[in-house]
């Protein structure tokens, strides 16, 4: 038995989501346009090959370079085998590049090379999925986790402003300074995002 003073608990919430948890990233949104034909991205058969190349020009990554504000990541640099990891090792993939977003233009930065050159596209939270969901087999990976993953709480009204790459641990931390906690994952180093959506 706990003996001790009750925490209020602390409501979050996922804008757009039905759940009653709301989970607001940091970084500021990018415009999203109503939905139209011309806002759409052109479908891609995911079986042919013509339209997937296997490498990429090192033009395209000195490009990304010189406008990226995160950290990129390639086989060639020493953080590489620590930038693919993942809580399962079988869900550890071989990615051509970790690209370490700052922001929203980072992550557009990323977005433009994956479709420039064709490649797979993961997004990595806290990078706790089994299913290798945050992990890339030559593609790229857009990792939140190490500049997207701070947790501002609004004491107030109770509600917590959580980067996207924000581990529970990161969300509790922040949280019990203020003599609140949230209903949410009860391991500590599983991704915030992942388990709310």
């Known amino acids: 038995m706990c003996i001790g003073h009750a925490l209020p608990v602390l409501t979050c919430s996922v804008i757009g989501h039905s759940k009653n948890l709301y989970i607001i990233p940091n970084a500021p949104q990018p415009h999203l346009p109503k939905s139209s034909s011309q806002s759409r991205l052109p479908s891609r058969d995911p079986t042919s090959t013509s339209r997937h190349r296997s490498t990429m020009s090192e033009f395209d990554l000195t490009t990304l370079s010189k406008t990226f504000k995160g950290d990129i990541v390639t ?13 399962a090792s079988n869900a550890t993939r071989n990615a051509k590049i970790v690209a370490f977003v700052k922001d929203a233009e980072d992550v557009s930065l990323a977005v433009k090379l994956v479709n420039a050159n064709h490649l797979h596209l993961a997004i990595k939270g806290g990078g706790h ?22 947790v501002r709480v609004d004491a107030e009204n109770k509600l917590a402003y959580v980067g996207g790459g924000a581990i529970w641990a990161d969300f509790d931390q922040a949280t019990i300074k203020h003599g609140l906690a949230g209903v949410g994952g009860t391991v500590n180093h599983t991704g915030v995002g992942g388990c709310v959506i």
């Open 75 to 87: 086989p060639k640099d020493s953080d590489y085998p620590t930038a693919i990891s993942r809580w």
């Open 129 to 150: 999925s089994t299913s290798g969901a945050s992990s890339s087999e030559g593609g790229v990976v857009i990792d939140l986790s190490r500049h997207l993953n701070g």
